[in-house]
T-cell receptor, first 115, second 115 residues
Framework: AQKITQTQPGMFVQEKEAVTLDCTYD???????LFWYKQPSSGEMIFLIY??????QNATEGRYSLNFQKARKSANLVISASQLGDSAMYFC????????????FGSGTRLSIRP | NAGVMQNPRHLVRRRGQEARLRCSPM?????VYWYRQLPEEGLKFMVY????????ESGMPKERFSAEFPKEGPSILRIQQVVRGDSAAYFC?????????????FGSGTQLSVL
């Protein structure tokens, strides 16, 4: 069975600093995808970044990058130059290769950016 | 190009009543997924549907819960005889295809409160 572990329930970071949100995963699948979603206080889920298990390079999307370490089964999200609008819950998730319906979410990290 | 539309945004029901949650996927998306989120937790998969077919309902309680995605109209998640434990945020997501690297587009969710 798949499992996502996010060990940081909450984090405080100074504006403009970089921040790393931790995520480790456990899966027996050979092929899988890793996702990060952002959930602001308004409640919607916003896709941030995707990494495939066979991708050799770390995914990047603007200020977001995914530090993928396959051997350690970690998929940390790095946000460079944090902004006040980055304050939100962040969820790491994984799917097996077969179907997005099997997506498993972690418990989330609440990130608060200080001005 | 409207995103995934969910309504109502907030729904209040008394114990024993029925709750009907609606989800219109993004234009061109034929795959719909429903998730439930309890406070301070990640999303939990409930059911995956394509037009007129339930593909995977392994995450949905066997009793009182049902889902449909008719040929015409939105997907409906129906909860009969609601109980307090059904209070949660219910999210719908859609994608044009199924597969591990398909990012899910989420709606803003329906917050169900059972009195």
């Amino acid at each position: 069975a798949q499992k996502i572990t996010q060990t940081q329930p909450g984090m405080f970071v100074q504006e403009k600093e970089a921040v790393t949100l931790d995520c480790t995963y456990d899966t027996s699948d050979q092929s899988y995808g890793l996702f990060w979603y952002k959930q602001p206080s308004s409640g919607e889920m916003i896709f941030l970044i995707y990494q495939g298990s066979y991708d050799e390079q770390n995914a990047t999307e603007g200020r977001y990058s995914l530090n993928f370490q396959k051997a350690r089964k970690s998929a940390n999200l790095v946000i460079s130059a944090s902004q006040l609008g980055d304050s939100a819950m962040y969820f790491c998730a994984t799917t097996p290769y077969s179907s997005a319906s099997k997506i498993i979410f972690g418990s989330g990290t609440r990130l608060s950016i200080r001005p | 190009n409207a995103g995934v539309m969910q309504n109502p945004r907030h729904l209040v029901r008394r114990r024993g009543q029925e709750a009907r949650l609606r989800c219109s996927p993004m234009k061109g998306h034929s795959h719909v997924y429903w998730y439930r989120q309890l406070p301070e937790e990640g999303l939990k998969f409930m059911v995956y549907l394509q037009k007129e077919n339930i593909i995977d309902e392994s995450g949905m309680p066997k009793e009182r819960f049902s889902a449909e995605f008719p040929k015409e109209g939105p997907s409906i998640l129906r909860i009969q005889q609601v109980v307090r434990g059904d209070s949660a945020a219910y999210f719908c997501a859609s994608s044009p295809r199924d597969g591990t690297n398909e990012k899910l587009f989420f709606g803003s969710g329906t917050q169900l409160s059972v009195l």
